[in-house]
């Protein structure tokens, strides 16, 4: 069978995706390939399809035995023999797995680094044909990035001692130059043949919100949401258990995740969330590596990332699927104030001098300016991504809040003045509250108890409202020009760039938002929501893909994606080949579910 009919019958796919292509042939050809993919690219195909068409066994290397159970699942729905090998096996079970393994009986074999180095496994490896071996997160290899994994060193020394070099193929999401050039040497890959995609991801939907209370607008955009899944990222435990808290109080279906409770309560909340049985994940980073849940309809973060690496790994996790999905970021100053304080007092890595410490951190701060200024560009946030990551993006994407939204340019010089004297003048010591009333010349408790009235500033912005003025201290603490203290009073003081602010003489430009921009000028990527009698459908589909996946034990997605649902719903076939030209159905699930679906299809038409 040719690629593109392995792509139609066994994964049920038309056509490859960008990208795809070019690794597959590079893996067929027996040269090693290097994949810069964004997550939900579809890495898994471009080794995948070739392991079905070369003679022997391939091994995808892979730190994430979640995933890899998730994916095993999938390839034996889809009738592929597959198998993954890793620490939720008993030994009895592994050894089993392992006698069938030696004994041909599957064509993919999933294994966790920690197993390249067992006796065990070694012996297998030697004397089996292993056609091709593929490195799953290959950024691991490297120190430069956060997940680093000492056992991803030792692969190049597994690779020596098969009988035969297979062609070796690198899959990673990261796209910084450092990483890449370690996976390249470290890996001891062979000049391989190198492709990154564009990281757009056109389903998704983009926007920084900067709400006065976060709390209400984060329940506000859940309840807009009903019946669909999606994760709220937060920054720390504290903040994912009072968001949770929050959540359930507000009636929604939601449960929490981080590192610091029980792995029970973790692999349960996170089996919860992943077979449909709530609605939303509310967690810390630490989750989400190596989910593939498809159908999250959105992610919001409730605290600013500390770099655009994450921002967008975790964003990305939204729509995997194709259909539409956003993508919101909560943003305040006090984000900013959070994340330098983790940078300044984080703890250096023992294996690092001093200096190399001091680079990294000098690093961190820098990737840090780079994310706040996504939160508050007024550019198109998807070419501001895009740009980010080395690529070029057109000035308007249509898809994105700033794309939809009028801004009004106001010149704040004068006020950006009156408010660096108020603050240098009264010593530092007040809340943006009461740097507001002073200006605004108004008569409240604080303003008499600490005097402010007899400040020469006091009244001087008398015509703005205390918002327009606390506004226009937001931005000038997103510019650097003021900074907030930490703690529980944060007060205003001084920033960095305070002193160039007063010294500026051109004039200083905030943006303010105007109405919005009707919907038609949105762009459609992707079918809009259905409605009547498909929508019918969908939901009767829906229920009998749940029945299934609870009768086999596995997450509805594994099942069929909702994209595929949406499609049967529309296109309602009759026969087992209609059936099959549907997008994610191939051969294997044509066997497994034409009947049933087949029936219900039937019914439909009644
Ligand atoms: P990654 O590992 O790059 O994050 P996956 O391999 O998990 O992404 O793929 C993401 C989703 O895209 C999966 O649901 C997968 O089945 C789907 N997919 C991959 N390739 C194609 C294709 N050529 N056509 C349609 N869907 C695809
Ligand atoms: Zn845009």
Not at 71 to 99: C, E, H, K, W
Not at 280 to 304: C, E, L, P, Q
Not at 411 to 425: G, K, Q, T, Y
Not at 567 to 585: D, Q
Request: hydrophobic share 40%; proline share 4%; with cysteine.
């Amino acid at each position: 069978m040719t690629k593109e009919e392995i792509l139609k019958t066994c994964f049920g796919y038309d056509t490859f995706r960008g990208g795809q292509e070019p690794v597959i042939n590079a893996l067929l050809s027996g040269r090693d390939a290097m994949a810069v993919m964004p997550t939900g690219a579809g890495k898994s195909i471009c080794y995948q399809v070739p392991a079905l068409m070369l003679p022997g066994i391939t091994l995808v290397i892979s730190p994430l035995v979640s995933l890899m159970r998730d994916q095993v699942t999938a390839l034996v729905q889809m009738g592929i023999p597959a198998a993954f090998l890793n620490s939720t096996l008993t030994f009895r079970q592994y050894l089993l797995a392992l006698d069938r393994a030696k004994a041909g009986r599957y064509k993919i074999i999933y294994v966790a680094p920690e197993r390249l180095e067992t006796e065990g496994f070694l012996s297998f490896a030697e004397q089996a044909e292993i056609s091709l071996i593929a490195v799953d997160e290959a950024h691991c290899i490297s120190q430069w990035g956060q997940d680093f994994r000492p056992s991803y060193l030792n692969i190049p020394a597994f690779v020596k001692r098969l009988k035969k070099r297979p062609p070796v193929g690198a899959f990673t999401a990261t796209a910084t130059p450092d990483v890449k050039a370690d996976i390249e040497t470290l890996l001891e890959l062979e000049r391989p043949v190198q492709v990154a995609t564009g990281f757009d991801r056109e389903n998704l939907f983009f926007a920084v919100r900067k709400p006065k209370n976060k709390r209400e607008a984060v329940v506000e955009l859940i309840r807009s949401r009903p019946d669909q899944c999606g994760i709220v990222y937060c920054a720390t435990r504290r903040a994912v258990e009072e968001i949770c808290g929050l959540l359930q109080e507000a009636g929604i279906s939601a449960a929490r995740y981080h590192a610091g409770l029980e792995p029970e309560e973790r692999q349960r909340n996170q089996e919860e969330f992943l077979f449909d049985r709530v609605q939303v994940m509310v967690a810390t980073n630490a989750f989400g590596m190596g989910i593939d849940k498809s159908n999250v309809r959105y992610v919001i973060h409730y605290n600013m990332p500390k770099d655009m690496e994450s921002y967008y790994q975790e964003a990305g996790r939204a729509g995997r699927d194709g259909l539409p999905a956003s993508c919101i970021l909560l943003y305040s100053g006090q984000d900013v104030q959070t994340a330098r304080f983790l940078i300044e007092h984080s703890e250096p890595r023992e294996e690092l001098d001093a200096r190399t410490a001091e680079q990294l951190r000098e690093r961190d701060f820098q990737r840090l300016r780079q994310m706040v200024r996504y939160c508050t560009t007024r550019r198109c946030l998807r070419q501001t991504i895009l740009r980010y990551f080395g690529e070029q993006a057109p000035d308007h994407c249509g898809a994105c809040w700033n794309c939809l939204h009028n801004f009004e340019e106001v010149d704040v010089s004068r006020e950006a003045r009156c408010i660096l004297r108020c603050v240098m003048e009264t010593g530092g010591h007040f809340g943006i509250g009461v740097i507001a009333e002073t200006l605004c010349g108004a008569d409240t408790d604080k303003v008499r108890k600490y005097h402010m009235d007899r400040e020469d500033t006091y009244g001087l912005l008398r015509q703005h409202t205390q918002e327009e003025v606390r506004a226009c201290i937001r931005f000038l603490l997103e510019e650097e020009a003021l900074t907030l203290s930490a703690g529980q009073y944060p007060v205003v003081r001084p920033g960095e760039r305070a002193e160039a602010f007063l010294k500026r003489t051109t004039p200083l430009v905030m943006y303010m938002e105007k109405e919005e921009i009707p919907a038609a000028r949105r762009r459609s990527a992707v079918p809009e929501v259905l409605e009547g009698t498909a929508a019918e459908r969908f939901a009767r589909l829906r229920e009998l893909r749940a029945g299934e996946a609870r009768r086999q034990g596995v997450p509805a997605y594994v099942v069929f994606s909702d994209k595929t649902l949406r499609e049967l719903a529309v296109v309602c076939p009759k026969t087992l080949e209609e059936f099959r030209e549907v997008s994610g159905v191939g051969n294997g699930k044509a066997r497994r579910y034409g009947t049933l679906f087949l029936q219900a299809m039937d019914a439909f038409r009644d």
